[in-house]
């Protein structure tokens, strides 16, 4: 949410100088410099801005600043430009309504600086878009460009703008910028020529000069040295803090970005380049015969060069510079110029050549800044414009004059709007109108400007007199006429009250101003007002062939001769601020006015008496008194509630009713005298700052209240939150204190039990253990007792029994020792015993043998010997059975074991043959029908063939397949099939032999069991299908090849064709094919198979022999047929 605020917070002195009390020019100035202190520059009157130089860069313009101030109300923010800047583009794009800006104050005070800080302002916050981004850019380029040829460094300011500047930007209905139209105002062109002690001639003289590259130095025919040129002052020409090479690179881009050509910046240059060696043309006099002295160039070289420069015949110049022609009824004369003459055309050349440049730039920008868009335009102008000068060393002269005659009309205009602007408020709010007491200074103006007797005006009338005029005579023809007015004041004067006055000149006449007296030195007015330019020289510009030069002296042109004198500067001056005032009063205006600190261009300083002058001239007390006339304050009634709420219980802290009435309660609560302020539609208005600040002191105490109120809640809730934070800190301690007391209690206990525990323990274990100890002590003594008492006792029996022992062994040892002695004697007699008896049984034993061999000799012969044999017979037989199982079940195999004795011969021959048989019959049982078809089939093809003919042993391995065509499956032969009525039984490529060469072409042999089909291999068209009742016979060699002859009963309907001799490599199944079929059809005759390796063959009317040789030529291994002459084809078969 955006805080509100208001101008009237941390006010320093006083923001708004209508609220300052006591009003007077001390006080004013105090708050200014109060507020300058504080680095508050900005401070205002009312909707006026007062602008003090800084002369440092403030942090006060920086993007955030912007935003701060952007669509912020004026009153809402401390004073600063933005403000100002931002109400008037929001009342331009909101309201529709045109506005101005007018920026015064005298040379250094910030004008300049204050209109690109609007501009700047205004294009930061207005659209964006590629195009409006543009045009921004080339309106704000426009400045270093305008700056470069008008600004100049002055004792004052070291960028005072030289000319007067009021810019018109233009806005389209969105706000957004369109375009711009810059007007100038007097160029200050003296500057061109001579420039006062301490200052500088225009900026861009030294940037060229700095800056330019070395080339473009040379085609300018320009030495960078500055002491090389007449017109550029010495003394000053490099300033502080100015980098005139990088401004002038600066001023280029500007130009590029406005529009410039690059032609254009060029010429635009060669001119300025010009000016420069103009200054340097030097004169001399050279004596005539009529006793007159006449000029003639000195040196001509800078002559030359600004001829070839610009393109001029050098002797066209050089007469112009020394000759003047006179046009007088008609006639044409020529008069000599003298050395003085000659400078002084000089110097006006230079002048006049350098403001029409000036002016051809603004109206060059002008064209490149138009808005393009023809709607209705809202406009904001911002005038730039040199403020009251007053010289107090120098003299004022022409140009102040005028320069204080537009301030005057500027002030008139400011007065007049200001409290137009007033009224209509007042009108709008519905407020009184009650009338201001001002200082009208139209009288002053009218002094000036009055067509019959202003001083501008009889300026003219000597100008344009016949006869000599000089400044004096103008000054007497002043003290003439104007002598009675009462702003008027001359030594000379009738009026004997200045007769006495020495701060009056006689030379001088004083114009009170608005502002304060102004003294004028009449020197010079008559020349800066004719401001004339020999007319040879502007003919001579116009011979010139560079373009712009011709541009800028029109009247040159002698078509166009005018004899009528151009109007004088002043009639100029004041015709064209006579438009600005029109183009203001159509406005909206917003004023700035700029003062300076101090004259030393330095921060920090403020000089008293120097803003004190500027305030009073700039009439900016005066300004306060008239915005203060009626009311001196005004609010709107939800800003002044919001402000002053507090003020009231009703309104504090909200107030529900409209704004106004939320006012009235509070106005009325707070005891305000009902004449110090009115209620107008939208604002309250308060007559006087008093009342104001009477408000905002009750708001700055009642705040304080309501900051303590705030404290001491704060504080409350503060040092609640703390207590209660407190407490469940304690709370959370103590539960943990306790927690941790008690578990060191309980330890303490528990080791403390832990001690008895173990005491009453021990105790009661030592006694226990003392107990054991007695038991155990005195089972060990009876244990020792009875041990002791056992031992002895054993000793005892042990010695007993040794004693036993010893006596027995003794005894068996001796008994031992008997009985071995009488068994070694009984054994002696054993042995000898048995010695005695083993010999009688072996005679017993050879004895018995002999006696049973004797008996049993004729028994054993009689059975062994059969007994033997057949047991050998049976091993033999078995033996052999076994080794015939070595061998195959296969038919084929004709293996057989050799005999392995004489005796088994005819067996093992039976043997072989019923195993053959045996398991030739087992092979059959294994057959399919089909197979068996096939076997027959071979069997006969055995029965034909078997050592008849060569080729059959190789046909014997060889599987009949019948059909090896695959007719039924190759969809080639599809159609073929198709026309087949019976089942093919055989299918085959065979080679019809032509009878004419011998050489063979392929066919398609089918069979089916009624006839046998010839057909074509390409497109299986039947060639001939012989029914088999019409075969007579086939014939065939004995030799290995696979030529066949179909025979063909004579007679029958297919022997018209004659026989067919073909050739097969399945000859021995087709024709084994052809005989079966023949065998089993029971209503045919049978097949003859002839095999003679000579046969005849009958083709068509002549019968052809057949004849097979052996061992022809070799051509691979197929047997090759040729024809040998009309009755006989041989074929020759290649041997096996
Ligand atoms: N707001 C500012 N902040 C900082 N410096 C400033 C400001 N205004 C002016 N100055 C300084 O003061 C100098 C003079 O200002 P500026 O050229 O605007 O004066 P001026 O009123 O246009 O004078 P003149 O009438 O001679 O053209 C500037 O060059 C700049 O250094
Ligand atoms: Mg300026």
Excluded at 928 to 946: D, G, M, P, Q
Aim: charge should be positive; charged fraction near 25%.
């Amino acid at each position: 949410m955006e805080v509100k605020t208001s101008l009237l917070d941390n006010m320093i002195g006083v923001g708004d100088m209508v609220l300052l009390e006591p009003l007077n020019e001390d006080s004013f100035i105090m708050n200014l410099r109060n507020r300058f202190d504080h680095n508050e520059i900005y401070t205002y009157i009312g909707s006026v801005v007062i602008s003090m130089n800084p002369y440092r860069s403030l942090p006060i313009y920086t993007p955030q600043k912007v935003e701060e101030y952007r669509n912020r109300n004026f009153y809402e923010l401390s004073p600063h430009i933005y403000a100002l800047a931002d109400e008037a583009y929001r009342s331009l794009r909101d309201q529709d309504k045109d506005q101005c800006i007018l920026i015064t104050g005298e040379s250094g005070a910030g004008k300049t600086e204050a209109s690109k800080l609007v501009m700047s302002y205004v294009a930061a916050v207005c659209g964006k878009g590629q195009e409006v981004n543009k045009v921004k850019e080339q309106l704000l380029q426009s400045n270093p460009v305008l700056e470069a040829f008008g600004n100049a460094k002055t004792m004052r300011n070291d960028n005072s703008s030289r000319f007067g500047k009021y810019m018109d930007i233009e806005f389209d209905f969105k706000g957004d910028p369109l375009g711009g139209v810059i007007s100038n105002y007097l160029l200050e062109k003296s500057r061109v020529c001579k420039q006062p002690r301490g200052e500088r001639n225009f900026h861009i003289f030294y940037q060229l000069l700095s800056g330019a590259s070395d080339d473009t130095l040379v085609k300018l025919k320009l030495d960078r040295d500055f002491s090389k040129y007449n017109y550029l002052s010495l003394d000053s020409a490099n300033v502080n803090g100015l980098d005139d090479a990088a401004s002038f690179r600066t001023v280029r881009n500007a130009m590029q970005i406005v529009g410039f050509m690059e032609a254009e910046v060029q010429s635009v240059l060669e001119l300025v380049a010009a000016v420069l060696k103009l200054g340097n043309i030097e004169f001399k006099p050279e004596s005539r015969v009529n006793g007159f002295d006449e000029s003639r160039v000195k040196d001509k070289n800078d002559l030359k060069e600004m001829c070839e420069l610009l393109g001029i015949e050098q002797s066209v110049l050089e007469r112009a510079f020394s000759y003047r022609t006179v046009e007088a009824k008609m006639e044409k004369m020529s008069t000599t110029l003298n050395v003085a003459q000659a400078y002084y055309a000089r110097d006006a050349l230079a002048k006049n050549l350098y403001s029409r440049l000036f002016s051809w730039l603004v109206t060059r920008i002008n064209e490149s800044i138009k808005a393009q868009a023809k709607t209705r335009h809202k406009v904001m102008g911002v005038l730039d414009i040199y403020g009251f000068e007053i010289f107090e060393v120098r003299d004022n002269s022409f140009e102040q004059f005028i320069i204080n005659y537009c301030n005057e009309k500027l002030q008139q205009i400011f007065i007049e709007l200001t409290l137009r602007e007033e009224q209509e408020e007042y009108i709008r709010e519905d407020i009184e109108w009650t009338n201001i007491e001002y200082f009208n200074n139209a009288v002053i103006c009218d002094l000036i400007e009055n067509n019959q007797n202003g001083i501008l005006a009889m300026l003219d009338e000597e100008c344009l007199r016949p006869g000599t005029v000089t400044d004096d005579t103008f000054l007497d023809k002043l003290n003439t006429i104007c002598a009675e007015h009462q702003h008027f004041e001359s030594r000379l004067n009738k009026n004997s009250k200045f007769l006495t006055d020495h701060s009056l000149p006689h030379s001088c006449f004083r114009i009170q101003h608005y502002a304060g007296k102004v003294l004028y030195r009449v020197e010079g007015f008559v020349d800066k007002n004719n401001d004339l330019l020999y007319r040879d020289l502007s003919q001579a510009m116009y011979k010139a062939t560079h373009s712009l030069m011709r541009q800028l002296f029109p009247e040159g042109n002698p078509a166009k001769v005018n004899l009528k004198r151009p109007p004088t500067a002043g009639f100029q001056f004041k015709a064209s601020v006579g438009v600005l005032m029109k183009n203001l009063q159509t406005k909206n205006p917003n004023y700035i006015r700029c003062i300076k600190p101090n004259d030393k261009k330095v921060a920090h300083i403020f000089t008293d008496s120097l803003v004190c002058h500027q305030v009073r001239y700039l009439g900016l007390v005066e300004n306060v008194r008239v915005r203060r006339a009626g009311y001196a304050f005004r609010q709107p009634y939800e800003s002044c509630l919001e402000r002053y709420k507090m003020l009231c219980k009703k309104t504090w802290p909200h107030w529900r009713g409209p704004a106004r009435d939320g006012v009235e309660v509070l106005l009325t609560d707070c005891s305000v005298p009902t004449e110090e302020f009115a209620y107008g539609r939208s604002k309250i208005f308060i007559r006087n700052p008093r009342t104001l600040f009477t408000l905002e002191e009750r708001r700055r105490a009642c705040l304080e209240d309501l900051a303590t109120l705030i404290q001491k809640i704060y504080r409350g809730w503060k040092s609640r939150t703390h207590f209660l934070l407190l407490k469940k800190s304690q709370v959370v301690v103590a539960a943990w204190y306790r927690r941790y007391a008690q578990q060191n209690k309980y330890q303490k206990i528990k080791s403390a039990t832990l001690v008895m525990q173990s005491f009453i323990r021990g105790w009661k274990a030592r006694n226990i253990l003392r107990q054991l100890k007695y038991e155990k002590r005195c089972k060990e003594a009876v244990t020792t007792i009875a041990a002791y008492w056992h031992g002895t006792q054993a000793r005892m029996e042990l010695r007993r029994l040794k004693t036993e022992a010893r006596n027995k062994r003794a005894v068996s040892v001796i008994w031992a020792y008997w009985q071995g002695t009488k068994a070694r004697r009984e054994l002696r007699h054993l042995k000898v015993a048995a010695r005695e008896k083993l010999a009688v049984s072996v005679i017993w034993a050879g004895w018995q043998g002999t006696k049973v061999r004797r008996e049993y000799r004729k028994f054993f012969r009689a059975n062994a010997g059969k007994k033997i044999y057949d047991f050998t017979i049976q091993r033999i037989m078995q033996k052999y059975f076994l080794g015939l199982k070595t061998t195959t079940m296969s038919p084929m195999d004709n293996s057989w074991p050799a005999k392995p004795y004489g005796f088994l011969e005819g067996a093992h021959t039976q043997l072989r043959r019923i195993f053959h048989l045996w398991r030739c019959k087992k092979y059959r049982g294994q057959f399919t029908e089909e197979k068996k078809a096939v076997y027959e089939e071979k069997l006969e093809a055995s029965e034909i063939f078997k050592d008849k003919k060569a080729l059959y042993p190789s046909s014997v391995s060889q599987p009949f397949k019948g059909d090896y065509l695959e007719i039924q499956k190759n969809p080639k032969y599809q159609k073929l099939n198709s026309a087949m009525e019976e089942k093919v039984l055989l299918a085959d490529l065979v080679n019809k032999i032509n009878r004419a060469n011998g050489k063979g072409s392929p066919r398609l042999f089918l069979l089916t069991k009624s006839n046998f089909v010839l057909a074509d291999q390409k497109t299986g068209q039947v060639k001939a299908s012989v029914p088999l009742p019409d075969l007579a016979s086939v014939s065939v060699s004995t030799q290995s090849d696979g030529f066949f002859a179909l025979k063909l009963k004579e007679g029958s309907a297919s022997a018209s064709k004659g026989d067919f001799l073909l050739s097969s490599e399945h000859l021995i199944e087709i024709i084994t094919k052809l005989h079966r079929i023949g065998t089993t059809a029971a209503d045919r005759d049978q097949i003859n198979i002839d095999i003679s390796d000579e046969f005849l063959v009958q083709f068509k009317q002549d019968k052809v022999c057949v004849k097979f040789i052996q061992g022809g030529p070799k051509n691979g291994n197929s047997a090759a047929c040729k024809r040998k002459n009309n009755r006989l084809l041989e074929v020759s078969v290649p041997s096996p």
